[in-house]
């Protein structure tokens, strides 16, 4: 089992930075690749980007490439996203989850609101 609890989250005008934490327990934690998803108002939740559990293989959504990095230490149970160059479109709940042997994400948290000004 894992519990995730995402922070960081906030208002922030275009061109800003953010930087989202999400805090683990369990003491597997670097047995699990993890991810953080997005969901936007009217529209479906979707993939940001992801990590491995030794932190080596990042994925990333097109649109975020460039801006958005994704990271982790083990040591501490936390992964991060710093999102850079926000955009309005960036506007959404903002999703961490892990992914054990089951190769599906089974663990959520419960988001953290990110809203982008112009």
């Known amino acids: 089992q894992v519990q995730l609890v995402e922070s960081g989250g906030g208002l922030v005008q275009a061109g800003g930075s953010l930087r989202l934490s999400c805090a683990a327990s369990g003491r597997t934690f670097n047995s699990y690749t993890m991810g953080w998803f997005r969901r936007a108002p009217g529209k479906e939740r979707e993939f940001v980007a992801q990590i491995s559990g030794s932190g080596g293989v990042t994925y990333y959504l097109d649109s975020v490439k460039g801006r958005f990095t994704i990271s982790r230490d083990n040591a501490k149970k936390t992964v991060y996203l710093q999102m850079n160059n926000l955009k309005t479109e960036d506007t959404a709940v903002y999703y961490c989850?892990?992914?054990?042997?089951?190769?599906?994400?089974?663990?959520w948290g419960q988001g953290t609101q990110v809203t982008v000004s112009s």
């Open positions: 989850a892990a992914k054990g042997a089951t190769l599906r994400y089974d663990y």
